[in-house]
C-alpha cells in the first residue's frame, strides 16, 4: 500500500509564488504517473498537471501553461508543482495522485484511488 502525502500550501499574493510537494512512499516514481489536482470551492476537482512515470513527459492545463512546473526528484521520491504568478482563481486545495495515466482538466473523482488530505492554496490580498 502505497502513500502520498501533499505539503507546502498557504496564504500568498497575487502574482506570487509557491512550491508544493508531494511526498510517496511505498511506491516508485518511474512506475506511476503523479498527477496534480485541485478543487474549488463548488467547482468540479480538475487535473492541474501530471508527469509520466515512464519517461518524464508534462502535462499541463491551459490555464497553468507557463505558470506552473511539475518535476520529481527520484531520490527523494518526491513530485513538486511550483506556481509562479498566481492568480486568485487558483484558490483551491491541491492533492497529488498516483495513476497509471496523465488527466487534464475536470475528472470524475471516483476514477481515481484514495485521495489525500490535501493542500490548501489561498491566493489573495
Known amino acids: 500500500q502505497f502513500q502520498l502525502v501533499e505539503s507546502g500550501g498557504g496564504l500568498v499574493q497575487p502574482g506570487g509564488s509557491l512550491r508544493l510537494s508531494c511526498a510517496a512512499s511505498?511506491?516508485?516514481?518511474?512506475?506511476?504517473?503523479i498527477g496534480w489536482f485541485r478543487q474549488a470551492p463548488g467547482k468540479e476537482r480538475e487535473g492541474v498537471s501530471c508527469?509520466?512515470?515512464?519517461?518524464?513527459?508534462?502535462y499541463y492545463a491551459d490555464s497553468v501553461k507557463g505558470r506552473f512546473t511539475i518535476a520529481r526528484d527520484n531520490a527523494k521520491n518526491t513530485v513538486y508543482l511550483q506556481m509562479n504568478s498566481l492568480k486568485p482563481e487558483a484558490t483551491a486545495v491541491y492533492y497529488c495522485?498516483?495513476?497509471?495515466?496523465?488527466?487534464?482538466?475536470?475528472?470524475?473523482?471516483?476514477?481515481?484511488?484514495?485521495w489525500g488530505q490535501g493542500t490548501q492554496v489561498t491566493v489573495s490580498s
Open positions: 495522485v498516483a495513476a497509471d495515466y496523465c488527466v487534464t482538466g475536470p475528472i470524475s473523482v471516483g476514477d481515481f484511488g484514495s
Open positions: 511505498g511506491l516508485t516514481l518511474d512506475n506511476y504517473s
Open positions: 508527469i509520466r512515470g515512464s519517461d518524464g513527459s508534462t
